[in-house]
């Protein structure tokens, strides 16, 4: 008996190019929650900042200290140093991703190691929220306040100092925090339909999203 076929929905994106198989960003984000049951949230912390690689076009320089995730197949968090990326790689090409900013930062970071882009299904939430309230680049940290009431335990900045310190144990529980915090506020739009962006005690601001 023949498995029916999974029926998905393309952005204009998809007319432009001279590829025949959609790219992950050609696909709009509940056709990707259809296609995949389970999925990965991720975030990495890295080496160094982006002013020590000569900027922006070298973030492939960066280097990862420490990658964590959550896995919504195990219920589990997970966190993989240099040494075990190979393990968190082969989970990315088995699950959507599902990130803060990972489109623009923590996947390119990860190509040096292996990670081959074009192969996966990623849903990243800033560009999601960019898209409906034409505002690029809003902090994870402003979606969170506003969403949960809770936010960052710290920044990047310091996770590059403890990874000179040899202070790994402080980035693997920083980084698990951003995960729990991303997984959180994609969960709480899953279920309600919404999330909220607050940009001072007074503005906080409601947008309807379509995580499901």
């Known amino acids: 008996m023949s498995t029916p076929s999974t029926r998905i929905k ?3 994106s998809f007319w432009r190019h001279a590829s025949c198989v959609p ?29 020590d690689v000569g900027g922006w076009e070298h973030i492939d320089k960066l280097g990862i200290s420490v990658a964590c995730a959550y896995d919504s197949k195990t219920d589990a968090f997970l966190s993989f140093q240099e040494h075990e990326l190979k393990k968190l790689i082969e989970l990315c090409e088995e699950r959507l991703i599902v990130g803060y900013n990972i489109r623009g930062f923590d ?64 980035i693997i529980d920083y980084c698990l925090q951003d995960v729990k915090v991303t997984r959180d506020v994609f969960q709480f739009g899953r279920q309600n339909g919404f999330i909220r962006i607050q940009n001072s005690e007074e503005n906080i601001a409601q947008v309807s999203v379509q995580w499901n």
């Open 10 to 12: 393309l952005n204009p």
């Open 23 to 51: 790219f992950s960003d050609d696909v709009v984000p509940s056709s990707l929650f259809l296609k995949h049951r389970h999925f990965l949230v991720l975030d990495i912390e890295t080496k160094q900042l982006v002013q």
């Open 107 to 170: 996947l390119p970071v990860m190509v040096p190691y292996g990670l081959k882009t074009q192969n996966l299904d990623v849903f990243d939430i800033m560009y999601d929220i960019a898209t409906l309230t034409r505002k690029p680049f809003l902090k994870l940290e402003t979606i969170a306040r506003g969403t949960l009431g809770t936010g960052k335990s710290a920044d990047g900045l310091m996770a590059v100092e403890w990874w000179k310190k040899g202070e790994i144990q402080k």
